[in-house]
């Protein structure tokens, strides 16, 4: 176990872990062509938020352990120097899970056996002060220290209840009736280890840290720390958890040195075009390349690039996939529109409709309501 720090000492970690394998099976189609983490959120791949947080917090070494589509983010990143970052890449043969890749890239990290190392999940939007869960671990002494938050219905969650020092008592997954549901703190996905602990965990085969290794610890006598911080966090797990989290980046909700521009209503990327008269506002993001026509409206919504929205189309809280076309007239209400599909004109899509991939919806196809 890590020794406490002394008092009022201010706490770094300087490497992490960054995981990215996951399919992002919930964000489908956003996540046919691209992985999770690179979708744009606020005109940059999500993982640009991470990364630039990561070091904004002191962090100079980050392994990024991928999987799915793995072949795309060491192009687009190289070797980090742009971020400020040196960047690894280590890419499973097979999933491995959370705690299985998080010892997958042990080889790489470079901390002393009792120093912190940060993890993090590739889907999580948070204004974590990564410092403070830091202090938070080494003034404890912990062998592992976790980012709760408190959510208002934490049915879908795993509750993580502490006593009265924040220490851990124990893991619960997703309580269903009013007896189970025990504390609104959930696991955030963010936790600082002890190089120790992360050596510890089973090699070359598939482990879950929320259900194997945290409750593994905690059996064990290990001291799992817990820090509550109710700033801003998002799961990014679903079509309409990423735009609204893009939309809050652009309006500054939510926290990031890495959007490229002054927060605000709308963000257009250079080489995009907006008709004079179009209506872009709460955090619209306009992509590089993407063309907004005549009167069009585009509220808390995201155009990737080289997509178009055509005269009179309203596009409401939706996503439109990177060179798609919505035509004019066509109305999008909490839609997400695949990469490369076209929409004809007059259609009204609502709802959590999702259009995948290239597909091609006729003039006048879908209505939610009469003509």
């Not at 309409?240 to 980046?249: C, E, I, K, N, W």
């Not at 926290?255 to 709308?266: L, Y």
């Not at 597909?359 to 006048?364: L, N, T």
């Given at each position: 176990?890590?020794?406490?720090?002394?008092?009022?000492?201010?706490?770094?970690?300087?490497?992490?872990?960054?995981?990215?394998?996951?399919?992002?099976?919930?964000?489908?189609?956003?996540?046919?062509?691209?992985?999770?983490?690179?979708?744009?959120?606020?005109?940059?791949p999500?993982?640009?938020?991470?990364?630039?947080?990561?070091?904004?917090?002191?962090?100079?070494?980050?392994?990024?352990a991928?999987?799915?589509?793995?072949?795309?983010?060491?192009?687009?990143?190289?070797?980090?120097?742009?971020?400020?970052?040196?960047?690894?890449?280590?890419?499973?043969?097979?999933?491995?899970?959370?705690?299985?890749?998080?010892?997958?890239?042990?080889?790489?990290?470079?901390?002393?056996a009792?120093?912190?190392?940060?993890?993090?999940?590739?889907?999580?939007?948070?204004?974590?002060?990564?410092?403070?869960?830091?202090?938070?671990?080494?003034?404890?002494?912990?062998?592992?220290?976790?980012?709760?938050?408190?959510?208002?219905?934490?049915?879908?969650?795993?509750?993580?209840?502490?006593?009265?020092?924040?220490?851990?008592?124990?893991?619960?997954?997703?309580?269903?009736?009013?007896?189970?549901?025990?504390?609104?703190?959930?696991?955030?996905?963010?936790?600082?280890?002890?190089?120790?602990?992360?050596?510890?965990?089973?090699?070359?085969?598939?482990?879950?840290?929320?259900?194997?290794?945290?409750?593994?610890?905690?059996?064990?006598?290990?001291?799992?720390?817990?820090?509550?911080?109710?700033?801003?966090?998002?799961?990014?797990?679903?079509?309409?958890?990423?735009?609204?989290?893009?939309?809050?980046?652009v309006?500054?909700?939510?926290?990031?040195?890495?959007?490229?521009?002054?927060?605000?209503?709308?963000?257009?990327?250079?080489?995009?075009?907006?008709?004079?008269?179009?209506?872009?506002?709460?955090?619209?993001?306009?992509?590089?390349g993407?063309?907004?026509?005549?009167?069009?409206?585009?509220?808390?919504?995201t155009?990737?690039?080289?997509?178009?929205?055509?005269?009179?189309?309203?596009?409401?809280?939706?996503?439109?996939g990177?060179?798609?076309?919505?035509?004019?007239?066509?109305?999008?209400?909490?839609?997400?529109?695949?990469?490369?599909?076209?929409?004809?004109?007059?259609?009204?899509?609502?709802?959590?409709?999702?259009?995948?991939c290239?597909?091609?919806?006729?003039?006048?196809?879908?209505?939610?309501?009469?003509?």
């Open positions: 176990m890590s020794s406490p720090d002394p008092a009022g000492s201010r706490s770094t970690v300087t490497e992490a872990i960054l995981l990215v394998g996951g399919k992002g099976t919930r964000l489908r189609p956003l996540t046919v062509n691209t992985p999770k983490p690179m979708v744009p959120a606020a005109g940059v999500f993982l640009t938020h991470q990364l630039a947080r990561a070091k904004a917090a002191g962090v100079d070494h980050v392994v990024m991928t999987s799915y589509l793995a072949e795309v983010f060491e192009p687009y990143f190289g070797d980090g120097s742009a971020l400020g970052l040196e960047l690894e890449y280590v890419t499973e043969d097979e999933p491995l899970g959370t705690g299985g890749a998080i010892r997958n890239v042990a080889p790489r990290l470079r901390s002393a009792d120093e912190p190392v940060l993890v993090f999940n590739g889907d999580i939007l948070t204004g974590l002060d990564i410092r403070a869960l830091v202090d938070t671990h080494r003034g404890s002494g912990a062998d592992v220290s976790l980012h709760l938050t408190r959510v208002a219905d934490p049915r879908a969650f795993g509750l993580v209840p502490t006593d009265g020092e924040g220490r851990v008592t124990a893991f619960l997954e997703k309580p269903q009736t009013p007896e189970e549901i025990v504390t609104d703190q959930i696991n955030a996905g963010a936790y600082v280890f002890t190089r120790s602990v992360i050596d510890s965990i089973p090699a070359d085969r598939p482990v879950s840290v929320e259900r194997e290794t945290f409750p593994g610890l905690l059996a064990e006598g290990a001291h799992l720390q817990g820090m509550v911080d109710s700033t801003y966090w998002l799961d990014l797990g679903t079509p309409q958890a990423f735009v609204r989290g893009s939309a809050d980046l309006l500054g909700r939510a926290p990031s040195p890495a959007v490229p521009g002054r927060r605000g209503e709308r963000l257009v990327l250079d080489g995009a075009e907006v008709a004079p008269d179009a209506k872009l506002t709460a955090g619209s993001v306009v992509g590089a993407a063309r907004i026509g005549a009167g069009a409206v585009v509220e808390g919504s155009i990737l690039a080289d997509a178009t929205v055509a005269p009179g189309a309203t596009v409401r809280n939706s996503l439109v990177a060179g798609a076309h919505i035509g004019a007239g066509t109305v999008l209400d909490g839609a997400v529109i695949g990469d490369g599909a076209i929409v004809g004109e007059g259609n009204e899509l609502r709802e959590g409709v999702r259009i995948w290239y597909a091609r919806i006729p003039d006048g196809a879908v209505r939610f309501s009469a003509p």
